[in-house]
């Protein structure tokens, strides 16, 4: 079985819109959409990888985000690729959409409640669930209760 570690970063705002990635042009395994980052090199942290994904596609440094946080490593098993997938989830408010310049895929923001049945990887509804949850329960987001 193969392991894909991944640094990936879900920028949020206070009425519940997540900024997505729309891969529809850039897909690998048929997704329409996902979350910014990628792999881990083997010489790189999850933060180092995160810091050069952020950077690559999107020209923006962590530095820069507001509230930047560890969530959790999300793992799951994806059997039709025999592959086990370690995400190293963080989480950050949106950064100002017009500071930032795409280069894989488009950005999109889209209501989380609304995302849970995307065309997206196995594994990642579950995470943005979990992640909806926590949002709620640290009240970072207004009027979801």
Known sequence: ???SNVAIILPYDEQGKILFQDRRK??????????FGGHIENNETPEDALKRELKEELEINTDDLE???????FNNYVKEWDKKIKRSTYLAKIPELNNLKIHEG???VID???????????GDS?????????LKSKKYLKNHS
């Open 126 to 134: 579950e995470l943005l669930k979990e992640i909806y949850k926590y």
């Open 26 to 35: 850039i897909s690998k395994h048929g997704e329409e959409y996902g979350f």
């Open 67 to 73: 509230n930047l946080e560890f969530f959790k490593q």
């Open 112 to 122: 989380i409640e609304k995302s849970f049945n995307l065309k997206m990887n196995p």
């Open 106 to 108: 488009k950005a999109i």
């Open 1 to 3: 079985m193969k392991i």
